[in-house]
């Protein structure tokens, strides 16, 4: 079983419409969770950061965070063309005692939004 | 500008012919990784640093060697390289484990003939 799960798209919506991305995640001891947002060639670039339950609202974005289900979400309102890219994932891993907190990335959603 | 800046963006080379690609930051950050993203596969940790002289393998870490004599400084050796280790590469940098997130550089393409 993969760490971090995302499906890998593509997802397709219209300019104007609602993005909906979904990350799932395997261990119970992770605290911090961000997307990423990736133009092709290009490195990823942070959009939100969510570390407690519930909705975090940043302009377009809303990042939504259930521990008990392990589920992460990106929303995106009044979707655009320059919003089509890659979305990554990431949860930090939990290392228990002593270690290191890494960040596990899920390999990501393509978005495309069309006109 | 905070940044985190890679060398050389892009590389083509032959198997065998050792190469550096070098990472700095200027954010004076404690957390340095490397990470190669390849087609479906995501992005994977190579080998990650803690702080000076502090380093530990990620997990995909066989061909690579990596160092941290400076704060600012992460460099990436592939003494050997091989086809297999063709790949988008990314350094980033963070000022804690995991709670804050990483910066990223822009990359270096390597390509191993």
């Known amino acids: 079983q993969k760490e971090v799960e995302q499906n890998s798209g593509p997802l397709s919506v219209p300019e104007g419409a609602i993005a909906s991305l979904n990350c799932t995640y395997s261990?119970?001891?992770?605290?911090?969770f961000f997307w990423y947002r990736q133009y092709s060639g290009k490195s990823p670039e942070l959009i939100m950061s969510?570390?407690?339950?519930g909705d975090k609202e940043d302009g377009r974005f809303t990042a939504q965070l259930n521990k008990a289900s392990q589920y992460v979400s990106l929303l995106i309102r009044d979707s655009q063309p320059s919003d089509s890219a890659t979305y990554l994932c990431?949860?930090?891993?939990?290392?228990?005692?002593?270690?290191?907190?890494?960040?596990?990335f899920g390999a990501g959603t393509r978005l495309a939004v069309h006109p | 500008e905070a940044q985190v800046t890679q060398n050389p963006r892009y590389l083509i080379t032959v198997t065998g012919k050792k190469l550096t690609v070098t990472c700095s930051q200027n954010?004076?950050?404690?957390?340095m990784s490397w990470y190669r993203q390849d087609p479906g596969l995501g992005l994977r940790q190579i080998y990650y640093?803690?702080?000076?002289?502090?380093?530990d393998k990620g997990d995909v870490p066989e061909g690579y060697k990596v160092s941290r004599k400076e704060k600012r400084n992460f460099p990436l050796i592939l003494e050997s390289p091989s086809p297999n280790q063709t790949s988008l590469y990314f350094c980033?940098?963070?000022?804690?484990?995991?709670?804050?997130?990483?910066?990223f550089g822009d990359g270096t393409r390597l390509s191993i003939l």
């Open positions: 980033a940098s963070s000022s804690g484990q995991g709670y804050q997130p990483q910066h």
């Open positions: 261990d119970r001891g992770s605290q911090s």
């Open positions: 969510i570390y407690s339950n």
């Open positions: 990431a949860v930090n891993q939990w290392p228990g005692t002593g270690g290191y907190n890494k960040l596990i």
């Open positions: 954010m004076n950050h404690e957390y």
């Open positions: 640093s803690m702080n000076v002289e502090v380093t």
